[in-house]
């Protein structure tokens, strides 16, 4: 039989070496580098953030007033930009500075490639360090982001002093807004406190106090004046009563068919109730299989020797689940053998408060698995806890890292594990920050956590309504809260790199901060470069954790954890994983000088992980933003980018779907994008699933037409388009099948009937590629009234390549009936066909425990297990019969549900203003001592 000819198959073509790499035509006065340095030009402060002079509703400025305080309190900058390219907040200068830089590997002797880069890409910039002066009280100098910043700190002083100069200048853009926005305080009288009744009845023309109780009406008829309201903050300032409502649950059932719960099970023996078995015994099992029998249990990967995080992992003979917080394990092929059950280590602490009660309580959750890693004779539970105080006791100082989240990582031994016992911990050691992602490469864990920052207690004393600037003109009110800004920054970041803990690992591993912003076209004589940041540069931090899961670790079950990590402005929305090497993607902006508009961008921060600790390696820009982590992938020493931007921020604006390629410097510092493609799909699609493959990318784009496009990435330099097919409907996940030998790609996504209706049906879709240049639809199935999971969770999904069979989760609900299971296709290169279905047990109320496994399944000695919600279900893979069944829930789930009593106005207002008083608690019934033993 001829061999196809995929792009997974070709030779690489690319006519030069990775150290003869051609680079694009790039006009030196167009860089960032070409800023002379002497050239500081500033402009006008204009503020993106105005208050209308037609604004005529007293109530709604105060009410905005409170939305303001509310971003701060959330990380939210102030000042962000918008519409036409954005109005800055601040206009400040670039200017050229020197600092230490690490060699550029961008080409400069070459000769210039056929393929065009667009001013989208951001230009390399040259070895001198740039810098963005702040417009402002406090002076501020912030880098501009260059290869510098992949080069860390020599001490974790030299990053005190960066934080320091963001926040003076996220100061400064809080105090030039408050300038512009809040010029009412001016006449503001301390002896007067009803002064602003008569600044509206000046401005505005109409009474103040019209608009008093307007939201608090006990009917929509008749206003209730009894409210006040102040303008100024201060500790009980704002006391606004709300009419109460009682909401009842709908839940068809009150009670639980099973009995009441049992205490926290710790261990279990092969008698377990919970266990049905439907089949024959396992010796009989084996006997009645072929002789090679099947196995498919990793966890799925887009990475070969990379192993994901996820909560369902098995080395083929047992099964490790996480279940809230509780780990089960079972035999892989025989869960009536017993199981294990392990309880997180975490004690949980519960606060019932009301009006009258003082005591400050810390509530504490249960501890909750976000993901376990496998290998070897060890697992590793990655768990969280959600914690706060209330009421705050006096005096109580609160931590600058806001994260009500306790993150820790339990390692357990399962070299040998016995039924009925729990697992033995050998270590645990917490980290900072929400898990994000994580994975394991041997016996190396890599995790990624993010970590937010309180700023609001810096910046709440900067704004106009507080009481200290009450009557102060602007340019007072500009000198006193810059007096207030400067006092507080330097003991403020001191104590930001204290909580994360990193003078115990030290600062070289952490980029430099930066301002996350870039410039396609230089500077020019008129008008100095805008921030288009909101002065939000540091509200999070994403960290690298690694450690090695095989260690002797400490006596006292310490762990040896290495640190690296990077400041951004907001959060990280995707990762890649490679060969020795992340990616972590966050957001910012880039100016376009010519047109005087801001674009979005992908900033692309990589990390060598080659070594036990994770290290700064590179940096990147691409135009746009990502969908999901299968928009990057790194390949012969390339990362490939697919994203989706717009042309501009307007209404009229069109959206331009590119793959980027960029090179990876052999000695770090900048990722230069040497190819890129031309638009792929229709005008004004965005990427709605893509997979790279090797040579070749496959994209499908998402609009009036759905188009499968094939991509060669066979030369770097010149990506293109080889194959496009135009298709009803649209695929979200991609993968690669094998059918007989022959690779295809399939497809999943759902139904559209024409343009503008959907029609909620599960799609399954068989591309033949074999002919890059016409890609055809092999085969399709649908199903009416169903979804899947495995459109957006890649973990959802399996294919077995000997027995050519599909397994993925679906939902349906159809005249109010909700049904859950797992399908099994039998797939031929013409046909998918659906061989059967496991269908769960059906949820009728409203009891079950608070924990939940994702769907998953996995084969071991040709027997599917399908694990999802609280239910296991194990399977002949040939025939579809049930064997055996598991349910997670026995003796963990409530016996009694109440009735939800809950005042949701009450708690609608208490949450807006950082309190919690629920009417509802839900309490466990009486534990029974008559219900046995697991």
């Known amino acids: 039989m001829e061999a196809a000819n995929h792009l997974w198959d070709k030779d690489i073509t690319n006519p030069t070496s990775d150290n003869d790499v051609e680079s694009p035509t790039v006009n030196a006065e167009d860089t960032i580098g070409n800023v002379s340095e002497d050239q500081t030009v500033h402009s006008p402060v204009t503020s993106g953030r105005s208050i209308s002079k037609g604004f005529k509703l007293g109530a709604v400025l105060v009410l905005l007033t409170v939305a303001v305080v509310l971003a701060l309190t959330l990380g939210l900058g102030i000042g962000s930009t918008g519409g036409e390219g954005g109005v800055p907040v601040n206009g400040a200068a670039v200017q050229q500075g020197s600092g230490s830089a690490s060699s550029s590997s961008v080409g400069t002797d070459t000769a210039t490639t056929s393929t065009s880069i667009t001013k989208d890409s951001l230009i390399a910039p040259s070895d001198n360090t740039q810098y963005f002066t702040s417009t402002g009280p406090l002076p501020s100098k912030l880098k501009m982001i260059s290869p510098a910043i992949a080069n860390g700190y020599e001490t974790c002083s030299d990053l005190e002093k960066d934080i320091v100069e963001a926040m003076k200048h996220s100061a400064n853009s809080i105090i030039m807004e408050q300038v512009e926005s809040s010029e009412m305080y001016a006449s503001c009288d301390p002896e ?44 009980g300032a704002v006391d606004i009563s709300r009419t109460k409502k009682q909401v009842r649950s709908s839940s068809p059932s009150m009670h639980h068919k099973r009995n009441a719960p049992l205490p926290r099970p710790r261990t279990t023996d092969k008698s377990s109730s919970h266990i049905r078995s439907n089949g024959p015994s396992s010796d009989q099992q084996r006997s009645s299989t072929s002789s090679k029998p099947e196995d498919n249990f990793h966890t799925n990967t887009p990475v070969d020797g990379v192993d994901p995080a996820d909560k369902v992992k098995s080395d083929g003979k047992f099964v490790y689940a996480a279940y809230g917080d509780v780990l089960y394990v079972w035999n892989a092929t025989d869960a009536t053998q017993g199981v294990s059950i392990t309880a997180m280590l975490g004690n949980a602490t519960d606060c019932h408060w009301n009006e009258t009660e003082a005591e400050p309580c810390n509530y504490v959750s249960k501890p909750k698995i976000q993901a376990l890693l496998l290998s070897g004779g060890r697992l590793t539970a990655i768990v969280d806890q959600f914690s706060y105080v209330y009421p705050l006791p006096e005096n109580y100082t609160s931590p ?153 670790f400490g006596s006292d079950g310490s762990i040896s954890l290495s640190v690296a990590g990077a400041f951004n402005e907001g959060w990280i929305s995707v990762t890649s994983v490679g060969d020795g090497f992340i990616a972590t993607v966050t957001n910012g902006y880039t100016y376009d000088f010519s047109t005087e508009k801001s674009y979005y961008n992908t900033y692309l921060l990589g990390f060598d992980t080659t070594g036990a600790t994770a290290e700064p390696f590179c940096y990147g820009s691409v135009p746009g933003w990502l969908n999901n982590k299968f928009s990057l992938d790194l390949w012969d020493g390339h990362l490939r980018v697919a994203t989706t931007a717009y042309d501009d921020w307007t209404s009229n604006s069109t959206t331009s779907n590119k793959i980027f390629v960029l090179r990876i410097p052999e ?33 499908v784009t998402y609009g009036a037409v759905d188009p499968f496009i094939i991509v060669d990435l066979s030369d770097h330099t010149e990506p ?85 069979k599909l397994v993925i989760p679906f939902s349906s609900y159809v005249d109010g009936i909700s049904t859950d299971g797992f399908m099994v296709f039998d797939v031929a ?28 399944m996995l084969v071991v000695q040709s027997k599917l297990t399908t694990v999802k919600g609280h239910s ?34 009450e708690y609608y207002y208490n949450q807006s203003w950082g309190t919690y008083s629920p009417t509802y608690v839900p309490t466990r019934p009486p534990v029974s001592d008559d219900d046995g033993a697991l």
């Open 192 to 235: 007067n406190d009803d002064w602003y009744s008569a600044y509206y009845e000046e401005h505005y023309g109409y009474d103040y106090h019209y608009w008093e109780g307007y939201y608090d009406d006990d009917d929509d008829s008749e206003k209730n004046n009894d409210t006040e309201f102040d303008l100024f903050y201060d500790d």
């Open 400 to 552: 600058i890292i806001s994260d009500s989240t306790k993150l820790s990582v339990q390692v357990y031994d399962v070299s040998n594990v016995k039924l009925g016992t729990p697992l033995k911990m050998l270590a645990h050691e917490e980290l900072n920050g929400s898990f994000f992602d994580g994975h394991s490469v041997e016996d190396k864990a890599l995790i990624i956590s993010q970590v937010f920052f309180d700023f609001y207690q810096f910046t709440e004393d900067l704004y106009r309504y507080n009481s200290q600037y009450c009557g102060l003109s602007s340019s007072e009110y500009t000198a006193r809260a810059a007096e207030v800004a400067a006092s507080k920054v330097e003991a403020f970041a001191k104590q930001m790199v204290d909580e994360l803990k990193l003078i115990n690992n030290g600062c070289s591993n952490i980029f430099q901060v930066t301002m996350m912003q870039g410039s396609s076209n230089g500077t020019n004589g008129n008008s100095s470069m805008p921030d288009l940041t909101g002065g939000n540069l540091i509200s999070g931090f994403t960290q690298v954790t690694t450690f090695d899961m095989a260690s002797d």
């Open 667 to 699: 000695d770090g510092s900048f990722m230069e994008t040497v190819g890129e493609t031309e638009h792929l799909g229709e005008d004004n699609d965005s990427i709605y699933a893509v997979r790279f493959i090797e040579k070749g990318a496959y994209v």
């Open 720 to 804: 293109k388009t080889v194959g496009e097919l135009e298709i009803p409907g649209h695929s979200s996940y991609l993968q690669k099948l094998e059918v007989d030998g022959e690779h295809f790609i399939l497809g999943i996504g759902s139904q559209v009937t024409n343009e503008t209706t959907w029609e909620s049906s599960l799609k399954l879709t068989l591309f033949d590629v074999k002919d890059p240049s016409s890609p055809r639809v092999a085969a399709e199935h649908r199903a009416a009234n169903l979804s899947t999971d495995a459109e957006y969770d890649f973990q959802a999904i399996r294919y077995l390549t000997e027995s050519k």
């Open 829 to 856: 290169s013409d046909e998918i066909e659906l061989a059967y279905d496991i269908t769960l047990p059906s949820e009728t109320d409203y009891c079950w425990y608070e924990a939940s496994v994702p769907p998953r």
């Open 872 to 905: 296991v279900v194990n399977a002949d893979l040939s025939t579809g019969s049930v064997v055996w069944e598991l349910d997670l829930d026995v003796g963990f789930n409530y016996s009694v549900c109440e009735i939800y009593e809950y005042d949701y106005d």
